[in-house]
């Protein structure tokens, strides 16, 4: 059961949040300007609308966190007050990972290659590690140039990797040499920390058929009880236009899936008004679709979950490939983008979920911390 010292530093201290209003202060005049930027740009209204919109999106952005590019992208200008008090704003999710995750957690999720060491026979797929000792010393190894002579075509991506520097590598049409190549990429700033090549996937016919362009992926959220482990949240993202990358930020297709029978039910876009009951580029239904193999999907991300016990909320991006559900990625802190697919919040099944790890977990980590500083412990 959540103590009384949590519930009153989530209900109290975190919904007047002093940094909040700190960096508000501090940014006022920039912010003012950068709101009004954004207002002009989006918004075509009467200056007396366009005065009331700001005095909304700065009270959301004030009391709850909610950036003015979510308020503006989910509409919560034309919601009612109880729909806009729906919307988990990025700030709170972040909140509650950092409460109930265990922060040893982050390297692993986080690091491409920490992560496909931990998971390797889930990738089944090969990666090369070009280290950030390789990118000093501008170092390309044999087992690199192995990899180049089994692969003709492969991937390339930074190990922090948030769609930025995204490359597929087909060594057929390169005009320069690939060895020439990659000494190019590592002396790119996105690339200082180190990068990976990764063997191309093959993906399933059904999945590609939305975009071909792009590998189509299932991000879902595993949520572990302790006695218990539920997938949540899961959408299908798919690309658009010629762009290989599926992310919500690069304006892709999300769609939200039912988590028990995983057929789509919804889809949309990170974009203001956007619906869709077919993809815009293919024409290819998506409303009813029923995502093959979805019990074996649930199956393999609950075990991998397991892998984690003290990390009780973790996001993954999965593809089905020619040999089966493959992990594309993992996340600490996975983005609630469902709420985009399905145009509106998910508070009441956010804070169910909250209450029961907080029931199952006992004392939050800002608890423990708090006991540790003080050196006594707080009954509840």
Same mark, same amino acid.
Request: charge should be neutral; charged fraction near 30%.
């Given at each position: 059961?959540?103590?009384?010292?949590?519930?009153?530093?989530?209900?109290?201290?975190?919904?007047?949040?002093?940094?909040?209003?700190?960096?508000?202060?501090?940014?006022?005049?920039?912010?003012? #300007?950068?709101?009004?930027?954004?207002?002009?740009?989006?918004?075509?209204?009467?200056?007396?609308?366009?005065?009331?919109? #700001?005095?909304?999106?700065?009270?959301?952005?004030?009391?709850?966190?909610?950036?003015?590019?979510? +308020?503006?992208?989910?509409?919560?200008?034309?919601?009612?007050?109880?729909?806009? =008090?729906? $919307?988990?704003?990025?700030?709170?999710?972040?909140?509650?990972?950092?409460?109930?995750?265990?922060?040893?957690?982050?390297?692993?999720?986080?690091?491409?290659?920490?992560?496909?060491?931990?998971?390797?026979?889930?990738?089944?797929?090969?990666?090369?590690?070009?280290? #950030?000792?390789?990118?000093?010393?501008?170092?390309?190894?044999?087992?690199?140039?192995?990899?180049?002579?089994?692969?003709?075509?492969?991937?390339?991506?930074?190990?922090?990797?948030?769609?930025?520097?995204?490359?597929?590598?087909?060594?057929?049409?390169?005009?320069?040499?690939?060895?020439?190549?990659?000494?190019?990429?590592?002396?790119?700033?996105?690339?200082?920390?180190? +990068?990976?090549?990764?063997?191309?996937?093959?993906?399933?016919?059904?999945?590609?058929?939305?975009?071909?362009?792009?590998?189509?992926?299932?991000?879902?959220?595993?949520?572990?009880?302790?006695?218990?482990?539920?997938? =949540?949240?899961?959408? $299908?993202?798919?690309?658009?236009?010629?762009?290989?990358?599926?992310?919500?930020?690069?304006?892709?297709?999300?769609?939200?899936?039912?988590?028990?029978?995983?057929?789509?039910? !919804?889809?949309?876009?990170?974009?203001?008004?956007?619906?869709?009951?077919? !993809?815009?580029?293919?024409? #290819?239904?998506?409303?009813?679709?029923?995502?093959?193999?979805?019990?074996?999907?649930?199956?393999?991300?609950?075990?991998?979950?397991?892998?984690?016990?003290?990390?009780?909320?973790?996001?993954?991006?999965?593809?089905?490939?020619?040999?089966?559900?493959?992990?594309?990625?993992?996340?600490?802190?996975?983005?609630?983008?469902?709420?985009?697919?399905?145009?509106?919040?998910?508070?009441?099944?956010?804070?169910?979920?909250?209450?029961?790890? !907080?029931?199952?977990?006992?004392?939050?980590?800002?608890?423990?911390?708090?006991?540790?500083?003080?050196?006594?412990?707080?009954?509840?």
């Amino acid at each position: 059961m959540e103590s009384y010292l949590d519930k009153f530093i989530r209900k109290y201290v975190r919904k007047v949040n002093p940094m909040w209003y700190l960096y508000y202060c501090w940014r006022n005049n920039y912010s003012d #300007k950068r709101l009004d930027d954004y207002v002009q740009k989006n918004y075509t209204l009467e200056n007396k609308e366009i005065a009331s919109i #700001k005095k909304e999106m700065r009270k959301y952005w004030l009391w709850r966190g909610v950036h003015h590019s979510d +308020f503006y992208e989910m509409s919560l200008d034309n919601k009612s007050e109880r729909e806009k =008090k729906m $919307f988990v704003p990025r700030w709170e999710e972040v909140d509650l990972y950092f409460q109930v995750n265990d922060t040893r957690y982050i390297d692993i999720l986080i690091n491409k290659w920490n992560c496909y060491n931990c998971f390797k026979e889930f990738f089944k797929r090969q990666i090369i590690l070009i280290s #950030k000792d390789d990118v000093r010393n501008n170092n390309i190894n044999d087992e690199v140039m192995d990899f180049l002579e089994t692969h003709e075509k492969f991937i390339i991506k930074p190990l922090s990797f948030y769609g930025k520097g995204f490359r597929i590598i087909d060594t057929e049409k390169e005009s320069t040499n690939v060895k020439s190549l990659l000494h190019e990429f590592l002396k790119r700033p996105e690339f200082s920390d180190g +990068f990976l090549l990764e063997e191309l996937v093959i993906q399933d016919n059904r999945l590609a058929a939305f975009h071909p362009e792009s590998v189509n992926i299932i991000r879902i959220i595993t949520v572990n009880f302790g006695d218990a482990i539920e997938t =949540k949240w899961p959408v $299908f993202q798919m690309g658009r236009g010629n762009s290989a990358v599926v992310n919500a930020a690069a304006r892709g297709v999300i769609a939200a899936i039912d988590e028990k029978t995983g057929i789509i039910t !919804h889809a949309s876009s990170k974009q203001r008004g956007s619906s869709f009951t077919i !993809h815009p580029d293919t024409k #290819k239904p998506l409303i009813g679709f029923q995502i093959p193999s979805w019990n074996e999907l649930c199956e393999t991300l609950k075990s991998m979950a397991s892998r984690c016990p003290d990390c009780h909320i973790i996001g993954w991006d999965m593809a089905l490939s020619d040999k089966g559900w493959i992990v594309m990625d993992s996340t600490y802190g996975p983005e609630l983008v469902v709420q985009w697919a399905l145009n509106h919040g998910i508070r009441d099944e956010f804070e169910e979920i909250r209450n029961r790890l !907080h029931a199952k977990k006992g004392k939050s980590y800002l608890h423990r911390r708090l006991e540790d500083y003080l050196s006594v412990p707080l009954n509840p």
